[in-house]
T-cell receptor, first 112, second 111 residues
Framework: DTAVSQTPKYLVTQMGNDKSIKCEQN?????MYWYKQDSKKFLKIMFS???????INETVPNRFSPKSPDKAHLNLHINSLELGDSAVYFC???????????FGPGTRLTVT | EDQVTQSPEALRLQEGESSSLNCSYT??????LFWYRQDPGKGPEFLFTLYSAGEEKEKERLKATLTKKESFLHITAPKPEDSATYLC????????????FGKGTHLIIQP
């Protein structure tokens, strides 16, 4: 069983388009996150959700918006895509904020 | 602002040659230091959590230790399948958000 899953694995799109990435966890965790890994492989936190409430919001463009329909899902919506948005996006989950996070396989987004 | 610095950036070892990876950190109140392994094209895989100075954790050929300023990941008699990027991350109590990651150490174990 996959603990944290993401779809799609690859996403190629043009500048200006709007796209979504889905994330689901079956670990029963109460906190979920989105990270961005840039071309230099540096992982940086974007958002986290705890019990359906946004509790962390890094200084990311407001074109990015997380949406959580329930505790097991945290989707990432991106509007008006730009070239600089090209990266690998990882979803993660944890039980509480201080315990270990489990990551999904990543979504490679390429904006042309 | 929390900071995590990992060294070396890359390390090439012969199979069976033991070594250590370093993670230096600056945080406002450490609430956990985490080690992950990342293989190419995959998400980070959790290895260890350390919460207080003096704590040690072991798993197979890996051992993680923690002081007040740094953590070490010791690799004993590594095998080629230990080749990966090893990431260190911290969670602080000072309002920093999510995990703050270092840039990782790319480890290659040659047969």
């Amino acid at each position: 069983d996959t603990a944290v899953s993401q779809t799609p694995k690859y996403l190629v799109t043009q500048m200006g388009n709007d796209k979504s990435i889905k994330c689901e966890q079956n670990l029963g965790h109460d906190t979920m996150y989105w990270y961005k890994q840039d071309s230099k492989k540096f992982l940086k936190i974007m958002f986290s959700y705890n019990n359906k409430e946004l509790i962390i919001n890094e200084t990311v463009p407001n074109r990015f918006s997380p949406k959580s329909p329930d505790k097991a899902h945290l989707n990432l919506h991106i509007n008006s895509l730009e070239l600089g948005d090209s990266a690998v996006y990882f979803c993660a989950s944890s039980q509480g904020l201080i315990f270990e996070q489990y990551f999904g396989p990543g979504t490679r987004l390429t904006v042309t | 602002e929390d900071q995590v610095t990992q060294s070396p950036e890359a390390l090439r070892l012969q199979e069976g040659e033991s070594s250590s990876l370093n993670c230096s950190y600056t945080v406002s109140g450490l609430r956990g230091l985490f080690w992950y392994r990342q293989d190419p094209g995959k998400g980070p895989e959790f290895l260890f959590t350390l919460y207080s100075a003096g704590e040690e954790k072991e798993k197979e050929r890996l051992k993680a230790t923690l002081t007040k300023k740094e953590s070490f990941l010791h690799i004993t008699a590594p095998k080629p399948e230990d080749s990966a990027t090893y990431l260190c991350a911290v969670r602080s109590g000072g309002g920093a958000d999510g995990l703050t990651f270092g840039k990782g150490t790319h480890l290659i174990i040659q047969p």
